[in-house]
Structure formats: C-alpha cells, structure tokens
C-alpha cells in the first residue's frame, strides 16, 4: 500500500513538473529566439545604413562639386562682369547642358541683387530668368560667407529641394551666386525599391528626404517654440505645421538595445552637416520566424524524446530496433536541414559584399548605356558598338556572380560524383571576394599543375572551404592558404591561416557542438564541416602548425 502511495505521489509530481518545465523551456527559447532576432535585425540595418548613407553622400558631394566648379567658371564671371545678353544666354544653354547631364533639378546664376540672370530652364514656362531671390537664406548666407545650402520648397515647382550655393568673386569680393537644386525624388524610389523604410533629417530633426512622402516636414522629436518661429521665418518649407512624425509619436522606434520592444529597430548613419540617415527595420516578421524556429525545435526534441521513452518501456526488442531506424532516418533529416540552414546563414554573411560586387558592373553598365547613347547621338557607331560590347562583358560577369549565388543556396543532393576542386575554389574566392577585400586580406590558392577532380558534392566543398575561409578571418588571419596536394589514391585539401592560432582550450572543445569563442556563434561551423567531410568518406582534422592555424581534409582521386 505505501509503494502505491509513493508511486502515485512520483506520478503527481512529475503530472506537475514537466508541464512546468515545458512552460518555462518555451518561455526561455521565446526569449533567446527574440533577442536573437532583433541582433539579426539590427545586423542587416547597419549595413543597409552604411550603404544608404554613403550613397547619399555620394550624391550630395556631386552635386557641392558642381556649385564650385561652376561659380569659378570663366564664363559665370565674365556673363556678370559684362552684364551682355548674348553671354547671359550662352551661359542658360550651357546651364541646360550641364544640368542634364548631372540630373541636377535647376541650375542657376543671381547676380549680386539676387535676381536670376542665367537658368538651365530658360527654355520652359516656369523659367527663372527675372525672378527675384534676394530673400532666400542660401542667399544671403552665400554672399556672406562665400557658400551655404537650404533645403525648401520649390516657390514656383512647390517640390522640395537642397539648394546648393557658392559665390562667384571677382577682385575678391562676390559679384554672384551659383545656384544647384539638387531634387531627391530619384534617390527616394530607388530607396523604396530597395524594400527600406529610410528618410534623413536635418540638425533640427525635421525629415526632409523619404520613402514615405507623408512623413516629409515631420520631426523626430518636439521642435521648441524658438526653432519653430526660426524655421518659419526662413520660409523654407511653406504652412506645413512641423508635427512630430507618427511612428515617433505612438513610440513604435526603438533601438535594437533598447529596453522595451518596438515595432522597428532604428539605425542612424551620420552624413555630414548635422544630417542623418534612418533607417527603420520591421521587428516582427523577424521575431516570429525565429520563435517559431525555436518552439519547433523545442517540440522535436519534446516529441523525439516521449516518443524513444515510450518505444524503450512498451516496445519489444525488434520494434524497439525499427524505431531506431527510423529515429536515425528523422535525425538525419535534422542534420541535413541543419547543413542547409548554416548554409543560408553563411550566405547571409556575405549577401552584403556580393551586392557590392554585383553593384560596381551596374553602375558601369549605366555608364556605357549614357556614352553608347551619345555616341549614337554623335553617329559614332564604333564607339556606340564598344560601350554596347562592354555592357555585354560586365552583364556576364553579372551572371556568373548570380549563378554562383544560386548554386550555393541550393540544397545538396546527396550523390557524390567527381568535382574540379579548381573550380570550387574559385566559387570560394568569388564569394569571399568582397570579405576579403574588407578585411585587407589575401587568399593564397596553391594548385598542382595537373588538375584534378575527387569525389564530392560541389556546393557542400565550398561550403565547408567557405566556412573554414571565414573562420581564419575571424580569428584575425591576413593571408589565409587554400592548399590541394594529390596522392596516388587521395587528395589533401589544407586551409591554413597567419593568425594567433588555437588555443589549447579551444583545440580540446573544437569539434563539440555550441563551442564557440564568437560573440554571435553557435558552435555548429565546425561540426558540420567535420560531417559534410565524413560523408565524401574523409576526416577533418586540425593540425598544430608553427604559427597561424591549420584544417586539412582528403578526398578520393578521380582519374
């Protein structure tokens, strides 16, 4: 009778303890799955920050450049000096001219009163020849000071604008002033093309650039009475009331360190002139993919581990067997996905840089596209022909980039066939191009003279050589060694590095599953690699070299 009791009272308890358990491991995994999210989040913001901002600034030192160079200009000097119409309006034709082809809004010339005596749209209704800007701040200031920039609305247009200014001198003293509007109407729809939620404010706060044309002349924070009459009496941005933005207001921006939890993560890229880059990142989607990542796998392993108690206790010996079978069937799925996932998260690691690689042949595909025109233009068919084949030269490059991107997301088959090892390093090298480049480091491939080939999956070797790559630059290495030595029968794969190498700490826990000494890593690169390697029938080990760090592997020569 007490055996009983004290059976039913062990089954009561643990009734009560494992849902209390279960509860308080799913509470833990929403947490951490959250929080890890939100670094990821934050991640991806910076970049798209830095990128952002550094285009921005691209645009406004072009066109800044452009105010310089046209207000110390001979024939801006000369056109004011003389005051001559014909040299008035040789000077609005080359303005025309120059605003075309630099995609300035208006460029335009004031004489020392402020009236317009040249403009690039002389030619159209809404010109600016005789028009008086005497009272415009970026006038005054220039005439002051030799240079300013306002940003304000359009008094004819209504559309916003940076006007960019810089005073033309003659005997040292300002006799005008060079005017560049400079309309961001381009930048935001490639912004918003891009998928980001960014705007840029002033020194006051006041957003003037947008992917969101609602939130234009809002303000990230409550601009005090004396900022607000000093705007208004600029007359830079007409009746708007200066509101405080919504997504300000109702406290749905955050910090990704932030305390509490918002709908965004904010990053602020700093852009010179007190201006600034935001860029918003939605947190939700985020957060509930990996929750329920993280629940599913709590789940598994509630499911995976029930199922084994009840097939231990009230199966027999062959059913017991069987469901082993299959429970080693179920984990290497698991395993296979987990291959999979560190491959798509590499991947993400180096998203970045092959969107700079892609960027630089896009850019220059423009370029030739603008020259091919004007050469057509001109009836220069050769010269039309050359940009045409070069354009043809950087979309190859375009698609070899893009086809090696698909090739490594792609999930491994599982057959081994023989692979070039030439070639799957140079998917390595074009991957980790840009990484390299950042981190100033050099990727030194030793071939043999002969190629050859092993028995392999392509995307699963340059997975494991992309991820020991990545690990050597962690770990500070300057020039990291893809070494390929055949044998009669195998060929040895080396990865070696110049950095501080491993510790005995770290070469005791290498290849032990979630051992890491990265802030953000889960200590599965290794153990992955080490299975990829085991399942093209070789071993990863690593090797105690003077200096530096070294991984070598070797694999079936196919002749």
Known sequence: MEQIRRSLTV??????????????AAMAVDRIAARRALVAVDRRSRTAGLLLGASFRRELEKFRLTAVALAGDGDAR??????????????????????????????????????????????????????????????????????????????????????????????????????????????????????????????????LVTTNPAWRFTTIRPLPPDERAAVRRSLAYGAVPLALNPMVATRQIAAADAAERAPYVETVEPVGGGWRVHILAPTAPAITAAVSVGRAILAAVVVTSAALLLLWRHRRRLAAARAEAAEEARIGLLREQLVQASKLATLGQITAGVAHEINQPVAAIAAYAHNARAFLDRDDRAGAADAVERIG???????????????????????????????????????????????????????????????????????????????????????????????????????????????????????????????????????????????????????????????????????
Not at 465 to 478: E, H, I, M, S, Y
Request: some cysteine.
């Open 78 to 207: 000369l056109a004011l000096a003389a005051n001559d119409p014909a040299r008035l309006a040789a000077l609005s034709r080359k303005l025309e001219s120059l605003s075309a082809r630099t995609g300035a809004a208006n460029i335009y010339l004031l004489d020392r009163r402020g009236v317009t005596v040249a403009a690039s749209n002389w030619r159209r209704a809404d010109s600016f020849l005789g028009n008086d800007y005497a009272y415009r701040a970026y006038f005054r200031q220039a005439m002051r000071h030799g240079q300013a920039q306002q940003f304000a609305l359009g008094t004819q247009s209504g559309r916003p604008g940076l006007y960019m200014t810089n005073a033309v001198t003659a005997g040292g003293r300002p006799i005008g002033i060079m005017v560049v509007k400079v309309e961001f109407t381009a930048l935001e729809a490639e912004w918003r093309r891009t998928a980001a939620t960014a705007f840029v404010t002033d020194r006051r706060g006041i957003i």
């Open 11 to 24: 089954r009561l308890a643990l009734a009560l303890l494992i849902p209390a358990l279960l509860l308080g």
């Open 393 to 559: 030269g950087l979309a190859q490059r375009i698609g070899l980039i893009t086809r090696e991107l698909r090739g490594f997301s792609r999930r491994a088959s599982g057959v081994l066939e023989p692979v070039a090892v030439a070639e799957a390093i140079d998917g390595v090298q074009l991957l980790l191009r840009d990484r390299l480049r950042r981190a100033d480091a050099l990727l030194d491939v030793r071939l043999p003279a002969i190629p050859i080939r092993v028995m392999a999956e392509r995307v699963r070797l340059e997975q494991v050589l992309v991820n020991l790559v990545q690990n050597a630059l962690d770990a500070g290495g300057r020039t990291v060694t893809i070494a390929v030595r055949p044998g009669e029968t195998r060929a040895e794969i080396a990865v070696s590095d110049d950095g501080p190498g491993l510790t005995p700490a770290g070469r005791a826990s290498l290849f032990q599953p979630f051992s890491t000494t990265k802030a953000d890593g889960l200590g599965l690169g290794l153990v992955i690699c080490r299975d990829i390697v085991a399942g093209f029938g070789g071993t990863l080990d690593a090797r105690d070299p003077p200096t530096g760090a070294e991984f070598a592997f070797s694999l079936e020569l196919v002749p």
